[in-house]
C-alpha cells in the first residue's frame, strides 16, 4: 500500500462510519458504476485497439485502473474482476435502465448521509473520493481498511 492509501482510505471511512451509510453505499455505488459505464460505453472514442473500437467506458476503467495501482497495487488487482462485470452489466442495460440505476444509486448514496451519516459525503470536499468510493468498498471486502 503507498503512503497515500491508509490515509485516503482512512479520510473516506470518516466520512462512513454508521453501518445504515455503508450499507446504503454498498448498493448505491455499484449501481452508479454500472449507470456510469453503461452511458460511457455508448460514446465512441473513434480510434480502435486491434480492430475493436474503445469507448469512454474503456477511458474511465483504464483511468481509474491507472490511479488505483498508483494508490495500492492489491487493491487495484482485486479491483479487475469487479469492474469488468459491471462495465458488461452497463453495456447491456437499455438506457432507460442506466438513468435508473443512477439515481436510485444517488438516492441511497444521499440516504445514506443524511438519514445515517449525518454528514455531507466526502467528495464534496475532495473530488478524488469519487473514485476512492469504489476502492473503499474493495479495501473493505478484502479487510484492508
Not at 454500472?34 to 472514442?45: I, M, N, Q, S, T
Not at 443524511?114 to 476512492?132: D, R, T
Request: proline residues 7%; contains cysteine; hydrophobic residues 60%.
Amino acid at each position: 500500500m503507498s503512503a497515500a492509501a491508509p490515509d485516503l482510505l482512512r479520510q473516506y471511512a470518516s466520512f462512513h462510519r454508521t453501518p445504515g451509510n455503508r450499507a446504503c453505499h454498498w448498493v448505491g455505488i455499484p449501481l452508479i458504476m454500472v449507470a456510469l459505464l453503461g452511458f460511457l460505453a455508448r460514446l465512441p472514442l473513434g480510434i480502435a485497439v486491434a480492430g475493436v473500437p474503445l469507448t469512454a467506458a474503456e477511458g474511465l476503467v483504464v483511468g481509474a485502473l491507472l490511479y488505483y495501482l498508483r494508490v495500492d497495487l492489491v487493491l487495484a488487482l482485486l479491483m479487475v474482476p469487479i469492474i469488468v462485470p459491471i462495465d458488461a452489466l452497463g453495456r447491456w442495460v437499455p438506457v432507460w435502465g442506466l438513468a435508473a440505476s443512477f439515481v436510485v444509486g444517488w438516492t441511497f448514496q444521499l440516504v445514506g448521509h443524511s438519514v445515517y451519516e449525518k454528514k455531507s459525503p466526502a467528495f464534496l470536499g475532495n473530488l478524488v473520493h469519487l473514485l476512492i468510493g469504489p476502492l473503499f468498498l474493495v479495501a473493505k471486502a478484502a479487510r484492508r481498511v
